[in-house]
């Protein structure tokens, strides 16, 4: 069962009961009438055939509540985009694909790269701008909800729960995060959640012993699972957000939400009893893949926010970090090991102090690669600066999809 703790300073909602899902999405589909919803799904086309994707979609094809589903895809041919739009194709709500290796949306993106205003590398977070784009240009919804196509434990909860914080009218939150824990399934069962169990957290604690108690690592410290890809938000935040391109995507994005809100609006949510999805590899030997380079491209996202912020950063204050950070999370990890064996889970001691050591060294790497560049930023800009510049580029959007979607 849950515990009722808060979090300052944003608001946490448990699940501290049974509350049907049916219960939710019955008051969802009123609020809905005035506040339409669309989901974004940023995918590979490779998840297509994944163990994960199938599922989420018959359990989407049930919901009552949404207006408009808006799908990403990436790394496919012509002909896998054809098949992509037969398998979304059973949803009964107003679908849309983006194809975003198609011609149509690599012009756009040609036209935005001569202005310096397309996404620097492929990936996620480029996904999920261009979608953001496409919500924008379409103009049917004015509240917006985020989620991966790997969540093989996926159910219609998941995505009821996250929404209900920011449609209430009188809860007046204009940003919902998720989280859970992660676990596998089966006899040889383990808590998953590397990268938040062992270098966000202890990171976190590494930095506020070494910088102080700032605002903003207090901020990121209130969330149960800050690297959870599962999100809700309104209209009005959605032109001015800026997206990382990198690993660092869902760190960039609660630090876009905390310029906006300073977590008056903010809460995160209990959204599911366990989770589970695809995982990366831990890259040990190589620094630009993996686990090793989403770490990496973390702490950089960290030290951007607190640079920004006015923190003074040098070598000797990441070596300091380093040092603290190593402790913190070798303890961690005597706890979690303790915590699994009480809940009957497998625990690999060796593998957990490995992907502390790789985390270990990519704090330095970011540190290194943020004193030798620190005015490189992953960011793509906001929608509001690229209407700015190119006025006709959602429409230009809507239109590429329209017609790749025909």
């Known amino acids: ?21 049916d219960s939710l999405a019955a008051e969802l589909v009123e609020y809905s009438q005035r506040r339409p919803i669309a989901l974004i799904i940023p995918a590979l086309f490779s998840e297509l055939a994944g163990p994960a994707l199938d599922r989420i979609v018959d359990e989407i094809s049930r919901i009552s509540y949404l207006n408009e589903v808006i799908v990403g895809i990436d790394q496919a041919s012509e002909q896998e985009f054809a098949e992509a739009k037969r398998f979304f194709d059973r949803l009964p709500q107003r679908t849309r694909l983006l194809w975003n290796d198609g011609p149509r949306m690599r012009s756009i993106d040609e036209t935005l790269a001569d202005r310096v205003l397309a996404p620097s590398e492929p990936g996620k977070g480029r996904n999920v701008w261009y979608c953001l784009g496409y919500f924008l240009a379409s103009g049917r919804c004015e509240t917006l909800a985020l989620h991966d196509a790997d969540i093989v434990t996926y159910d219609q909860g998941i995505l009821a729960r996250l929404l209900y914080p920011i449609l209430h009218p009188t809860f007046g939150y204009s940003f919902s995060k998720g989280y859970y824990f992660r676990a596998g399934e089966g006899p040889t069962a383990n808590i998953n959640g590397r990268v938040v169990r062992l270098l966000v957290a202890p990171l976190l604690g590494a930095l506020r012993t070494t910088l102080g108690d700032h605002d903003y690592l207090r901020y990121l410290a209130a969330f149960r699972y800050p690297l959870a890809g599962e999100f809700a938000m309104q209209l009005d935040m959605t032109r001015s957000i800026r997206i990382p391109s990198d690993w660092g995507l869902e760190i ?18 209990d959204i599911c009893d366990r989770y589970d999805h695809k995982h990366q590899n831990l890259s040990v030997a190589d620094p ?10 973390i702490a950089k996202a960290i030290y ?8 003074t950063l ?16 070798l303890d961690l990890v005597s ?3 303790n915590d699994a064996t009480f809940n009957g889970f497998d625990f690999d001691l060796h593998a957990e102090e490995t992907a502390v050591e790789v985390f270990s060294a990519a704090i330095m790497e970011a540190g290194h690669d943020f004193l030798n560049d620190p005015m490189n930023t992953p960011f793509i800009p906001n929608w509001s600066r690229v209407q700015s510049a190119v006025p006709d580029v959602l429409e230009r ?4 999809v329209e017609l790749d979607n025909a």
């Open 1 to 21: 069962m849950a515990d009722f703790q808060q979090h300052e300073p944003i608001a946490t909602l448990h699940r501290l009961s049974d509350r049907p899902v």
């Open 252 to 269: 960039g994005v609660l630090s876009e939400v905390y310029r906006i809100y300073q977590g008056r609006r903010i809460c995160q949510v």
């Open 288 to 297: 630009q893949a993996g686990l090793h380079k989403m770490s990496r491209d």
């Open 304 to 311: 951007r926010k607190l640079a920004i912020d006015g923190m």
């Open 314 to 329: 040098t070598a000797e204050t990441f070596r300091t970090v380093k040092a603290v950070y190593y402790r913190n999370a």
């Open 335 to 337: 706890h979690y090991r």
């Open 397 to 400: 959007l809507y239109d590429a």
